[in-house]
């Protein structure tokens, strides 16, 4: 399906989310676009601070509001804008049509309820079901993420899983309420390499099962290239790059986007091309003062006069390729 | 062949737990178990492994900075297992560490000229203050920061810039090995890969050592000249970092370089799905730790002989009754 000519399901323009702190206004997400369509996999990478992670939570309000603060923009899901909505209507949509997984399955999990009673809740707040009949849920879903004897496990504490186990707990807590979108934030970034295969795994088998659509949160770009249909890139509180997963490594335009594919060594390359690293100089800057113009101008290669001057704005320049940059 | 900077022999590691009221010694934790290599003058060699399978400890130990329980560690052709305290702090200017998290491992209320200058104090290195200043200036300057960042206090850099501050601080004693316990993992690519090629410089231009001990495969490969693949507390191959990469023998080995991810989304690769996860450590597996993971395992042979690390090819050693 081609997702740009159906409606999206969600369609995020304009955002900004902006943090007050004593030394000013940290504009985390200044200006986001970006959509998903039904059933795809939509990655979003880039590095500490770029805000991947506050544009996701912003769609389901998980930022505490103050500090954050929605300064601008409409994120608009199946055609509805979610940005007016107040605290009870967004509940209703929280894992009934969006749910999300974190990084770190033990901050978001209630120590002293086991697993089951957890499912079970999130179950019990949006549909009509009993005590039993949604405990039977928690451990169809703990099935589902294939945990050995779940009818055993529903009735254990999050502490007594292990890291990866966790993580498919709240694979299962989140899925059981069958969402249309998954958002996935870094959910394999703690995670050792052969669990990680293992969550990602599951995470394209349950998408295969329940057909929702999933937004990849990611630092890693290896992730992204085995699991993603389409990527975004965000770099200083903005999107740089937008294109397919092949189009993107195959022809990366951006000058961030090409710097950072060419600064991750690479096991599936022979020890015999030992490149030295291509390193972006310099660092991110601060987003409380962000520089005028292009956010990468700093660090860019190619940047001239032009660069500092207008933010680019992010343009189609082939299609389904688009990019913020002058040189485009 | 030339004698080794360091050879590690059967150095075993058992923290112990402690429980009941009186805290008496419940249970051990088998951390590192019989692990043995040699480290060659100027090489990088890696040190691979999932969480819990002891290649920090390993590193800790060589450094003693924890003491083995058993085995031999031979630094120029001394076993510093036995050394005492005070020829231990002669010891700690030929080997030094650099540690995964720059936040924890600076000290906040110290400017980075303290820090980077507090060893040659220390070791007599510099006499006079300004004999100090100067050295700590040519240290930043070769790690990439400058003189006008002495008077500052580690909570003002960046993370890589911090990483910068913790490599200056190793180099100040001129150390013929550094231990590099994952020193990129806490950065971001763009960061990490300025980093990469800092230890790449500083090791050609100084001689440098490394014994680097890293969970990400990509970076191990491009930066080590050997590499050592650890799982539950033992050594289970060591080969170049070609012939491991290339032609890798052991089952775990095999598995884990499938898992990596790689930023190729056109390249479809067989990947080895290991089932379970890593045993517990306090009660590790009979015979051959992988074997109730391992796709190719024998009964009863491999649940109830211990593999040893044998030669398969020049260079190239592993651990599996089954390969090599």
Known sequence: ?328 | MTQPLLRVNDLVKNFALKGGILGRIVDEVHAVDQVSFDLSAGETLGLVGESGSGKSTTGRCILRLIEPTAGEIWFEGRDIVKLDAKELGALRRDMQIIFQDPYASLNPRMTVGAIVGEALIIHGLAKSRRAIEERVVELLETVGLGADHMRRYPHEFSGGQRQRIGIARALAVSPKLIVCDEPVSALDVSIQAQVINLLEDLQKEFGLTYLFIAHDLSVVEHICTRVAVMYLGRLVEIASSRDLYTRPLHPYTEALLSAVPVPAPRAKRQRIRLEGEVPNPINPPTGCHFHARCPIRQLPLCSTEKPQLKRAADGHWVACHLRG
């Open chain 1, 1 to 328: 399906m081609d997702a740009r000519t159906a409606e999206p399901l969600l369609e995020i323009s304009g955002l900004k989310t902006y943090f007050k702190t004593d030394d000013g206004t940290v504009r985390a997400v200044d200006g986001v676009d970006l959509a998903i369509g039904r059933g795809e996999v939509l990655g979003v990478v880039g590095e500490s601070g770029c805000g991947k992670s506050v544009t996701a939570h912003t769609v389901l309000k998980l930022i505490q509001m103050p500090p954050g603060k929605i300064n601008d923009g409409r994120i608009l899901w199946q055609g509805r804008d979610l940005v007016p909505l107040d605290l009870e209507e967004m509940r209703k949509i929280r894992s009934k049509e969006i749910a999300i997984i974190f990084q770190e399955p033990m901050t978001s999990l209630n120590p002293v309820y086991t697993v089951g009673e957890q499912i079970a809740e999130v179950v019990r707040e949006h549909e009509h079901a009993s005590r039993r009949e949604a405990l039977d849920r928690a451990v169809e879903m703990l099935r589902l993420v294939q945990i050995p004897t779940p009818e055993r496990r529903v009735h254990d504490y999050p502490h007594q899983f292990s890291g990866g186990m966790r993580q498919r707990v709240m694979i299962a807590m989140a899925l059981s309420c069958n969402p249309k979108l998954l958002i996935a934030d870094e959910p394999t970034t703690a995670l050792d390499v052969t669990i990680q295969a293992q969550i990602l795994d599951l995470l394209g088998e349950m998408k295969e099962r329940f057909g929702m659509a999933i937004m990849l949160i990611t630092h890693d770009m290896g992730v992204v290239a085995e699991t993603a249909q389409r990527v975004v890139v965000m770099y200083a509180g903005r999107v740089v790059e937008e294109a397919s997963v092949e189009e993107l490594f195959d022809r990366p335009l951006h000058p961030y986007t090409q710097g950072l594919i060419r600064s991750i060594p690479r096991v599936d390359r022979a020890a015999d091309q030992r490149a030295r690293l291509e390193a972006i100089s310099g660092t991110v800057p601060s987003l409380l003062d962000p520089p005028p113009g292009c956010r990468f101008a700093a660090r860019c290669k190619f940047a001239t006069a032009a660069c500092t001057q207008a933010a680019p704005d992010l343009r189609e320049v082939e299609p389904g390729h688009k990019v913020a940059c002058i040189l485009y």
